[in-house]
T-cell receptor
Framework: RKEVEQDPGPFNVPEGATVAFNCTYS??????FFWYRQDCRKEPKLLMS???SGNEDGRFTAQLNRASQYISLLIRDSKLSDSATYLC????????????FGKGTKLSVKP | DAGVTQSPTHLIKTRGQQVTLRCSPK?????VSWYQQALGQGPQFIFQ???????QRGNFPDRFSGHQFPNYSSELNVNALLLGDSALYLC???????????FGSGTRLTVV
């Protein structure tokens, strides 16, 4: 079993739609959680960190459930520019640790 | 302020050959990690360097080795290349003890 598992996708949605990505992680020692965005043939870029209390950044909302070892990302009012692969990422080792990536879920937002 | 710089951007090698990829970390960063991203997969952690030593290693064979120089730049070496080594190789840097990885744009390696 992979340490970080995501919806396989791809997700094809119209502009303005709300889309949700789900992710589970298997190592309960994981300490930090993130969503990264990766455009085609580009490097991953941090979209947002994920906190137990939930956090929001504009149209993006991230949630963490430590008991269920579950992470989610909600995108409201999808834009064409949101089309990308979304990577769920955990860090096991605190500030000394390294990033463990999920496989990613591809999102295509259509006009 | 330059971000993470990787070279070359693209590379084609033949099976059995050896390759060296290079990374210059972001200014102020002293820790470098390398990742391999195969097509359609998420990045996989190879190893991390700090103070010129390998500090952590992922599940990669000994064919993958690295080095960090006193100026914090790093190299990734892969020996006896296999077709399956074809991937995007990403370098990420950060300052030890702090969050915030910065990724380079990667080196795309094709093994034929």
């Amino acid at each position: 079993r992979k340490e970080v598992e995501q919806d396989p996708g791809p997700f094809n949605v119209p502009e303005g739609a709300t889309v949700a990505f789900n992710c589970t992680y298997s190592n309960s020692a994981s300490q930090s959680f993130f969503w990264y965005r990766q455009d085609c043939r580009k490097e991953p870029k941090l979209l947002m960190s994920v906190y137990s209390s939930g956090n929001e950044d504009g149209r993006f909302t991230a949630q963490l459930n430590r008991a269920s070892q579950y992470i989610s990302l909600l995108i409201r009012d999808s834009k064409l520019s949101d089309s990308a692969t979304y990577l769920c990422v955990v860090n096991r080792g605190g500030s000394q640790g390294n990033l463990i990536f999920g496989k990613g879920t591809k999102l295509s937002v259509k006009p | 302020d330059a971000g993470v710089t990787q070279s070359p951007t693209h590379l084609i090698k033949t099976r059995g050959q050896q390759v060296t990829l290079r990374c210059s970390p972001k200014s102020g960063h002293d820790t470098v990690s390398w990742y391999q991203q195969a097509l359609g997969q998420g990045p996989q952690f190879i190893f991390q360097y700090y103070e010129e030593e390998e500090r952590q290693r992922g599940n990669f064979p000994d064919r993958f080795s690295g080095h960090q120089f006193p100026n914090y730049s790093s190299e990734l070496n892969v020996n006896a290349l296999l077709l399956g080594d074809s991937a995007l190789y990403l370098c990420a840097s950060r300052r030890q003890g702090l969050w915030g990885y910065t990724f380079g744009s990667g080196t795309r390696l094709t093994v034929v």
